[in-house]
């Protein structure tokens, strides 16, 4: 398992990521155990969460997801060869984060948050602390396809009142570095000019310089590549690939339209993202071109996001021991010329249908 640097810092983490969102939903206290000690042994070092999960998102079992990665670390007593990721909430009307009040990127809700998470996760500090999805008006993933889509200024007719200013926000997470409760800032589902606004202000000294970006990454949604890939690699901001498998339709197990009973598909009906007109052509044309390689098409889509020198780290989801064995194990495949030129005669073809 690869080490790759974290933006400008000294951490060292592995190329494959742990993401964690299942736990406390669909996965139990000793299912997230069995997933932690599985991808320890093979390498990994990085653990992502939030505040927000498990996903779906609710009040009875907000936070759940930290508890049990916290017990695990303190079952094991190995906070220091842990990488810990987490995320606060962007602004948000559900009321259950913030005791039965919205929540914004504001010093009172960024601090409720932190400190509830480290309660939660049996740590007093975070290795990186990240806003999980902007304050702003913005189109969730922060890429969409259409110029129609982009948020408004905040002085624009029709912009949402009482918008935070980014180097307020930026100051919040200054206290939070100069306090040693996190050593490292990050963004998630942020745009080009969300990036390098925080950059701006951080070099101004508003607050610490962003080390991570977290956005969704895939065969289906390629839209990293266009603007961000650029500022990430000039600006030195590592890329946190989330969703490789957009979630689950890059595994086969919807083609032609299937929902397997026990799916995330069939059980929460959360897949819009990935249901949008000539997606599931799409999808199954990569599923197709994996299969024609040989391949389970979860560890060719797993492959395809690991080998890009663009990620710093894949960050993979799984439900059950076997998934998770085949997300770890994508980083042991070689990433053909003929595997790219095969990916790439599709998108050309169908383009970024799940932004």
Known sequence: MHKRRLGRTDLLVSQICLGSMTWGQQNTETDGHAQMDLAFSRGVNFIDT??????????ETQGWTERIIGSWMKAKGN?????????????TANTWFRGNRPSKLVRADIFDAVEKSLTRLNTDYL????????ERAVPWGANPNRVGAVALRADSVGAPASETPITETLAVFDELVKAGKIRHFGLSNESSWGVMRFIAEADKGAGPRLVSLQNAYNFVNRGFEVNLAEVCEREQVSLLAYSPLAQGYLTGKYDHGARPQGSRSQLFNRGQRYETPNAAEAQLKYNELARSFGMEPALFANAYVTSRPFVTSSIIGATTISQLEMALSSADVVWTED??????????RVGNPCP
Do not use: F, T
């Not at 990186?128 to 999805?133: A, P, T, V």
């Open 50 to 59: 939030a505040e927000l999960y498990p996903i779906p998102p609710k009040a």
């Open 127 to 134: 290795d990186l602390y990240q806003i999980h999805w902007p």
């Open 79 to 91: 906070r220091d060869q842990v990488i810990l990721a987490s995320k606060v909430v962007g602004r």
């Open 339 to 348: 595997m790219q030129k095969g990916v790439d005669a599709i998108h050309q």
